[in-house]
């Protein structure tokens, strides 16, 4: 029998409430729905910038995460654990998947990276657009070692702490990975801002 | 520095922008959630409805209000297994401390709490231990189980009579024979074997064997040469020795560092000197990972030298 609630996810401090984990613990689809609107483009993102644009392997992982999120979810009681987890669920889904070949390593597509940039942004400017579209792709080069903490931290305000708990690693690991990945995605964007100003 | 944010770094505003997730993804995740629903049968007279309702309330009722034995569910997937001296021949629980027993022609399905759940193979014997909210453990006597979990890690534990199963967060096979020993085999995530003190970790794509009275063996990929994993066997179990080890390093790849890794702590100084060159010569010792430190075996040094080459395991 579904419960007619109106469920909302506070995204300003990412906490998920009791009331929603109990609601999907009970199998109250509207509770999982709210959970799902509230983290669906994060994850779908993080994702999609992993796989290097590819939507399909993106959409599969989104959809595994979600899946498994809901099997799992009676352990949680609510709090700022739910994301850090949920976040776990998310490096560890990327990997297995990349690991077991379902989406074999393909050279990264420019073009396909240039069109996310330019999404809903049809008043920037083409040169803008074409940057950010080669920015993606030199995250895109990193190693996923480093290419994970990396986009974590930019689409989530996830501390030390908790990124090593959804990377599986110490926190002197995340800051040496963050440290490295922002050093080579500096050397790469300083060599693309000298071209785009050279134009 | 727990709770510290880290630096943004150099990726400026919108330049990653957040893509709205397709709204296929939904329909395909609804599409799994109601894959088991049986259909409304039609033609059924009202009252008939009505009085089944009724007394289905009244059982739910019933059922909710007294006590319950910590128990799971238990499914029937082929022939007919039994819990305790019951037939399976639907679905029904098992209880902590009774038996689940398999036949040449039947297989069952065990839910493991709400974190996942364990297939159980012809001709296996599976005893419920402990279905605690922190704690959800089955022993295995015999048989063959395929387990697949979603929860955080070290919640679920299998107990063979020769290592403990101990769930990072995965889905794995597990085999025991008569004489207690098994095989490990993991299929996604991590599994930690541990017996005695002693502890083996399995990632996706590894296995490893356990022998009653030695407790795990060294786990290795289950696509290293013949020669590799024979070698390997004999060094765990048969006391393969010097000899062993020097066929373990000569056919090592780059992802079977995973093996040597574990062998460091299970050498003597000299056959450990060894087992790290050879190391070396598959993947450069990482910044920070100190040659000395890792021969004495320091802990710390192990771990993030592991972190390290995990990601080519």
């Known amino acids: 029998m579904r419960r007619l609630m109106n469920w909302q996810v506070n995204q300003s401090d990412r906490q998920v409430s009791a009331g929603i984990i109990e609601g999907c613990r009970q199998g109250d689809r509207a509770a999982f729905h709210a959970l799902y609107q509230a983290y669906k483009d994060k994850v779908y993102s993080i994702s999609l910038y992993f796989f290097q644009g590819d939507a399909a392997a993106a959409s599969d992982a989104t959809q595994q995460v979600f899946l498994k999120l809901l099997t799992g979810i009676g352990q949680f009681r609510g709090g700022s654990e739910f994301s850090t987890w949920l976040y776990r669920m998310v490096v560890n889904t990327c990997l297995d998947n990349a690991k077991a070949g379902r989406r074999r390593a393909r050279p990264t597509d420019d073009a396909v990276l240039q069109r996310i940039a330019s999404q809903g942004s049809a008043e920037e400017e083409l040169a803008r657009a074409e940057i950010a579209g080669k920015v993606q792709a030199a995250l895109s080069s990193l190693p996923p070692k480093f290419r994970l903490p990396v986009l974590l931290r930019y689409f989530d305000d996830l501390s030390y702490g908790e990124m090593a708990e959804a990377l599986n690693c110490s926190m002197g690991t995340v800051a040496s990975r963050l440290h490295q990945g922002h050093k080579m995605l500096a050397e790469k964007l300083a060599k693309l801002r000298g071209v785009a100003a050279g134009r | ?313």
């Open chain 2, 1 to 313: 520095m727990r709770d510290d944010k880290p630096p943004l770094g150099p990726i400026e505003s919108g330049q990653l922008p957040l893509v709205k997730a397709p709204d296929s993804i939904w329909s395909s995740i609804l599409a799994s959630l109601d894959e088991d629903r049986a259909p409304v049968r039609r033609g059924t007279h009202w009252w008939v409805l009505a009085a089944a309702f009724s007394l289905a309330s009244a059982v739910v009722l019933w059922l909710t209000i007294r006590p319950k034995p910590p128990s799971w569910e238990v499914s029937r997937l082929d022939g007919a297994p039994s819990v305790g001296s019951r037939r399976l021949t639907d679905s029904g629980r098992i209880a902590v401390g009774e038996w689940l027993q398999t036949d040449a022609s039947s297989r069952a399905r065990i839910g493991i709490g709400e974190i996942g759940s364990v297939e159980v193979e012809p001709n296996s014997r599976v005893r419920l231990l402990a279905a605690k909210p922190n704690e959800h453990r089955l022993a295995l006597d015999r048989g063959e189980i395929s387990a697949v979990v979603t929860a955080p890690p070290r919640l679920f534990f299998v107990d063979t009579p020769a290592s403990t199963a101990v769930d990072l967060g995965c889905a794995y096979k597990m085999k025991t024979d008569e004489s207690g020993s098994g095989l490990l085999s993991v299929t996604a995530g991590w599994v930690a074997l541990e017996w005695k003190g002693r502890e083996s970790l399995v990632p996706a794509g590894a296995s490893c064997r356990t022998r009653q009275g030695d407790g795990p063996g060294t786990p290795y990929f289950a696509d290293a040469s013949e020669a590799f994993r024979d070698a390997l066997a004999a060094f765990d179990f048969q006391k393969g020795g010097s000899d062993s080890l020097r066929v373990v390093r000569g056919e090592a790849r780059v992802r079977d560092t995973l093996t040597l890794w574990h062998l460091l702590s299970r050498v003597g100084r000299d056959e450990r000197v060894r087992l790290l060159d050879r190391m070396v010569e598959l993947m450069p010792l990482p910044q920070g990972v100190s040659r000395e430190k890792a021969l004495d075996l320091d802990a710390d040094t192990l771990g993030r030298w592991r972190q390290e080459l995990a990601w080519k395991w």
